[in-house]
């Protein structure tokens, strides 16, 4: 039986070394091998947690978030939206946390963009109350009315190229094969590709996925009207952050060329440029603030507290530790001129 990685094995024999690009998009999304495509990767049994998997105060704040928004917006019929909703833990709790919000749930009609049919059933079966419907891309959202729209862990799996300038001009980093070896190499790309003028020798990741993503959720929020709020762990910095491409197979690292189809691909998502476009396009931008100054600023240690419950004090510290995700992750907020959030306030 094919695998993705006699897939991809067998697309570099016929066509010569690919793109990261390329390699990270059939690794993860290949419709029949693909990793996200063939299983679940969260929790203890699979590759990797995420923070709505951790605690339930993580959605709750979100869902105050948007709720908050929203209402200062005047309470208008929307679209919810989140893009990756994974099992759907997420949306659980912000449904769960606004169902008290005079009118939200009676005025919202939810979408999910899941390319996954192991993680669309997982969602179904999670929401179906709401009845979702489920989009490949955010190209088929509607355009009747404003949305609302939450990512988290979404943008760090689209793919990434990466490029390089030295001597002999601008050259990116490559997959090919060694015999039966997968191995990295570099190979000359267009000049036109570098994004600004950058010193010699260093790595500089680009992602035209992520930020053709990102142009589209712009220009739909700049019309329609709405707020994103996306979450993920990157920098929000002009320079380059290095080569920030890894992989995670069982909760630990490991090289990308290892386990191929069966470790989640990510990289480090570059905020300033998200930014950049989301302004671009009439959007206004706020943050990045951290995962820590986000969630104590909706109030976690408030709900904590209400909750009563020490089986969720863990949760709530791995949530928020400086030296772990606290930090590393980080919120923005794009919105058209009706919406803001009451956090991330430092407009970008
Ligand atoms: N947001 C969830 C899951 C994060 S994992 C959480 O926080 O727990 C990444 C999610 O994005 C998965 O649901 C995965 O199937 C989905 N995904 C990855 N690439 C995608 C793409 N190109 N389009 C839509 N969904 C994608």
Known sequence: MDTVESVIKAHIRTHGPMTIETFM???????????????????????????PEISQLFGEMVGICLADAWLRAGAPPFHLVELGPGRGTLMADILRATKNVPAFHARMHLHLVETSPVLRAKQDEALKDYR??????????????????????????????????????????????????????????????????????????????????????????????????????????????????QAVYKHRFCDPLEHVGDADLTSHVDFHALKAIAKRHGCEAYGSISQKEFLEAMGIHARYAQLNDTKLESGLMRLLDPNDMGNLFKVIAVTSSGFSPAAPSNRA
Do not use: C
């Open 25 to 51: 998009g059939l690794a993860l999304g290949h419709p029949q091998h693909g990793y996200y495509m063939t299983r679940d990767p969260l929790g203890v049994a699979g590759d990797f947690t995420t923070a």
């Open 132 to 245: 979702p419907t489920w989009h490949a891309s955010g190209d088929t959202l509607p355009d009747d009315a404003p949305l609302l729209v939450v990512a988290n862990e979404f943008f760090d799996a689209l793919p990434i190229r990466q490029l390089m300038l030295t001597e002999n001009g601008l050259v990116e980093q490559v997959v090919g094969l060694e015999g039966e070896k997968l191995t990295m190499g570099l190979a000359p790309a267009p000049s036109t590709l570098l994004p600004r003028r950058v010193k010699n020798n260093e790595i500089i990741e680009i992602s035209p996925i992520r930020e053709t993503v990102m142009e589209g959720l712009a220009i739909r929020i700049g019309t329609q009207g709405g707020m994103l709020l996306a979450i993920d762990y990157g920098h929000d910095t002009p320079e380059p952050a290095g080569d920030t491409f």
